[in-house]
């Protein structure tokens, strides 16, 4: 009754390839040969000061081969590259320099417009708005007082 569904398997369908790897013929190399030194190398022995000797053999320090030496660069030529070099980055940072005093110029102005804009209509609201003002009264400024910020006629 509760049996579990049958699913097709996935090799039904397929075909299956078998690749099976080509032995390589075996490359045998032939035997190390120990070498003797054409010359035998002389043992040098040393006394230290506190009177251990050490003895061992003299080795001579590998000469590089004289044609693969670098070329000694001119004092000269390194000054002019690095004389470049420092006049390049004087360059890029002037130029950043240059770049951020536009933005901030840039920005002072948005400032300063935005200003100009927001004082200017406080004084459109001021002049034309419609809020009693005292009737039109016409003030004489010469005899006119001010108390407490109110004007008195």
């Known amino acids: 009754?509760?049996?579990?569904?049958?699913?097709?398997?996935?090799?039904?369908?397929?075909?299956?390839?078998?690749?099976?790897?080509?032995?390589?013929?075996?490359?045998h190399a032939p035997p190390l040969v120990p070498v003797q030194p054409g010359?035998?190398?002389?043992?040098?022995?040393?006394?230290?000061?506190?009177?251990?000797?050490?003895?061992?053999?003299?080795?001579?320090?590998?000469q590089p081969d004289p044609g693969a030496a670098k070329p000694a660069v001119s004092r000269a030529a390194v000054n002019v590259a690095l004389g470049g070099v420092g006049f390049l980055a004087v360059c890029g940072g002037l130029l950043l320099l240059t770049?951020?005093?536009?933005?901030?110029?840039?920005?002072?102005?948005?400032?300063?417009?935005?200003?100009?804009l927001i004082f200017g209509g406080w004084v459109a609201v001021q002049i034309f708005s419609t809020r009693p003002t005292g009737g039109?009264?016409?003030?004489?400024?010469?005899?006119?007082?001010?108390?407490?910020n109110h004007f008195n006629g």
């Open 1 to 27: 009754m509760n049996e579990p569904a049958r699913y097709p398997a996935a090799h039904d369908t397929a075909t299956v390839e078998v690749h099976c790897p080509t032995p390589l013929a075996a490359v």
């Open 136 to 148: 039109g009264n016409t003030f004489h400024i010469r005899k006119a007082t001010f108390k407490r």
């Open 99 to 116: 770049t951020f005093i536009a933005a901030l110029t840039a920005l002072v102005t948005q400032l300063v417009i935005l200003a100009a």
């Open 39 to 62: 010359t035998i190398p002389t043992v040098a022995s040393v006394v230290l000061p506190d009177g251990r000797v050490v003895t061992g053999y003299a080795v001579s320090p590998v």
